[in-house]
C-alpha cells in the first residue's frame, strides 16, 4: 500500500513539475498543456496567440524572411490549437 502511495505520489508531483524545468515561457506554457496544469487552455493559447502578432508586426526591421515564416508558422499552430480547445474543429 506504501508503495503504491509514493508511486502515484511521485507521478503527480512530477506532472506539475515539468513546467518548472522549461527553459522559457513558450516551452512552460507547452507543458502545462501537455500536463494539463492549466485552468483555461485558451487564455494561454491566446496571450502565445497575441505575442506572437506583436513580433510578427515589428516585421522585416527585426527579422529576416526565414524567421518571418517561422513566426507565422507558429501563429497559425497556435490559432489550431485554440480552435481545437474551443471545439471550433
Do not use: H, W
Not at 511521485?10 to 527553459?23: G, N
Request: net charge positive; glycine share 2%; with cysteine.
Amino acid at each position: 500500500m506504501k508503495k503504491l502511495v509514493i508511486v502515484v505520489l511521485s507521478a503527480f508531483l512530477t506532472a506539475v513539475a515539468l513546467p518548472v524545468y522549461a527553459d522559457n515561457a513558450q516551452e512552460q506554457e507547452t507543458c502545462a498543456i501537455a500536463a494539463n496544469n492549466c485552468l483555461n487552455k485558451a487564455d494561454i493559447l491566446q496571450k502565445r496567440i497575441n505575442k506572437l502578432n506583436a513580433e510578427i508586426k515589428k516585421g522585416d526591421a527585426k527579422y529576416s524572411p526565414e524567421e518571418m515564416k517561422m513566426l507565422e508558422q507558429k501563429l497559425q499552430d497556435a490559432m489550431d490549437q485554440l480552435d481545437k480547445v474551443e471545439g471550433k474543429k
